[in-house]
T-cell receptor, first 115, second 111 residues
């Protein structure tokens, strides 16, 4: 059973460009979460999605950041007009429905560097 | 005040020894508790859930103290492979999908 997949693993963008990060959850998982880890800091929750629905986006910056989890295909975290402060590791996690829905399994992350 | 606080360490532990460390949380509405481990800033991996009655998984024992709002992790017979950063994680009753991470406790097991 393949784990959570994220791509690209490394992404370099110049200031002002757009970054698109993709996440494919584990097979059978219908809940997706995005977290950000800044250098020397802990992980911070960004957004929780189910298919075609945003459940909790309380951790998303108000501007430039958006996320989606369409009916078909991976979840996408989109950052418009990137700035140096967006440089971080972005982790996606997924969880199943039902009794074990609280157990989140993480992908390898995308390391975004803004130059 | 941070919602989840941990001693950053490092805890330097001789191989075979026991190490224990705590994590405190500020919100009494916290519902679920977990320990994750993270190696060299790779992805966090779920180590164990923490139950009210305390639970054990091999050499790892987790305890929850709701009255004092802390959880603990004890590692017995430490192995070199236990060297990692251990992340304390809590969720709130009304936002269970949102994991709140501590900054982590670094453990270094030495030969």
């Amino acid at each position: 059973n393949a784990g959570v997949m994220q791509n690209p693993r490394h992404l370099v963008r110049r200031r002002g460009q757009e970054a698109r990060l993709r996440c494919s959850p584990m097979k059978g998982h219908s809940h997706v979460y995005w977290y950000r880890q800044l250098p020397e800091e802990g992980l911070k929750f960004m957004v929780y999605l189910q298919k075609e629905n945003i459940i909790d986006e309380s951790g998303m910056p108000k501007e430039r950041f958006s996320a989606e989890f369409p009916k078909e295909g991976p979840s996408i975290l989109r950052i418009q007009q990137v700035v140096r402060g967006d440089s971080a590791a972005y982790f996606c996690a997924s969880s199943p429905q039902g009794q074990r829905s609280y157990e989140q399994y993480f992908g390898p992350g995308t390391r975004l560097t803004v130059t | 005040r941070k919602e989840v606080e941990q001693d950053p360490g490092p805890f330097n532990v001789p191989e075979g020894a026991t190490v224990a460390f705590n994590c405190t949380y500020s919100n009494s509405a916290s519902q679920s508790f977990f320990w994750y481990r993270q190696d060299c800033r790779k992805e966090p991996k779920l180590l164990m859930s923490v139950y009210s009655s305390g639970n054990e998984d091999g050499r790892f024992t987790a305890q929850l103290n709701r009255a004092s709002q802390y959880i603990s992790l004890l590692i017995r017979d430490s192995k070199l492979s236990d060297s990692a950063t251990y992340l304390c994680v809590v969720t709130l009753t009304d936002s269970w999908g949102k994991l709140q991470f501590g900054a982590g406790t670094q453990v270094v097991v030495t030969p």
